[in-house]
């Protein structure tokens, strides 16, 4: 079965500080791998996209991180501020379908302090 | 930023009663989704569409069902609303751009049924 684990479920740091989120996925055969930012009663909105062969994808502060051998992303959020705040979700897509089925984390939510 | 739009972004209705999600892209992307979430769960495939009509159920099993009449309108309806069916409904597209299938996020609609 298609799955995507994503740790922790919650975060909560200091303005200023780092962090990194974690995703295992067993999502086969594998096409491409994103997070993506939402924010509380938005839609979400793409941070990072990494195929195969990509290791590090860099967004400003955010930098993603793919290890395909053992199926294991983090997302790493430097400086974090306060708009940082927000669920961060791990999708995976699979090679298999035209339709490019989407396969979702759960999320973390993170929530940064002043 | 994407050009998907959802209304209405707030509903609150009575058991019963017949609703539309209204969905509308501007991209001219041929696939567009439907998905469900709930407060801190991942999103779940309940349409979708590969162009005008035609539509797929998703993974999860809904009650709604949809039309694709229009390549920029994807509508979501329930005949008789129920309160298992308080929610958000997210509205998602996507083109073909190398395989990456990128899929592009409205804001949400969420829904109370009471």
């Known amino acids: 079965k298609n799955q995507v684990e994503q740790s922790p479920q919650s975060l909560i740091i200091l303005e200023g500080k780092n962090c990194t989120l974690q995703c295992n996925y067993t999502v086969s055969p594998f096409s491409n791998l994103r997070w993506y930012k939402q924010d509380t009663g938005r839609g979400p909105v793409s941070l990072t996209i990494?195929?195969?062969?990509?290791n590090t994808k860099s967004n400003g502060r955010y930098t993603a991180t793919l290890d395909a051998d053992t199926k294991q992303s983090s997302l790493h959020i430097t400086a974090s501020q306060l708009s940082d705040s927000a669920s961060y979700i791990c999708?995976?897509?699979?090679?298999?379908?035209?339709?490019?089925?989407?396969?979702f984390g759960r999320g973390t939510q993170l929530t940064v302090w002043p | 930023e994407a050009d998907i739009y959802q209304t209405p972004r707030y509903l609150v209705i009575g058991t019963g009663k017949k609703i539309t999600l209204e969905c509308s892209q501007t991209m001219g992307h041929d696939k567009m989704y439907w998905y469900q979430q709930d407060p801190g769960m991942e999103l779940h495939l309940i349409h979708y569409s590969y162009g005008v009509n035609s539509t797929e159920k998703g993974d999860l099993s809904s009650e709604s069902t949809v039309s694709r009449i229009r390549t920029e309108h994807f509508p979501l309806t329930l005949e008789s609303a129920r309160p298992s069916h308080t929610s958000q409904y997210l509205c998602?597209?996507?083109?073909?751009?190398?395989?990456?299938?990128?899929?592009?996020f409205g804001p949400g609609t969420r829904l109370t049924v009471t």
């Open positions: 998602a597209s996507s083109g073909r751009q190398g395989s990456s299938h990128e899929q592009y």
């Open positions: 999708v995976v897509s699979d090679r298999g379908s035209t339709l490019g089925r989407l396969y």
């Open positions: 990494m195929t195969f062969s990509e």
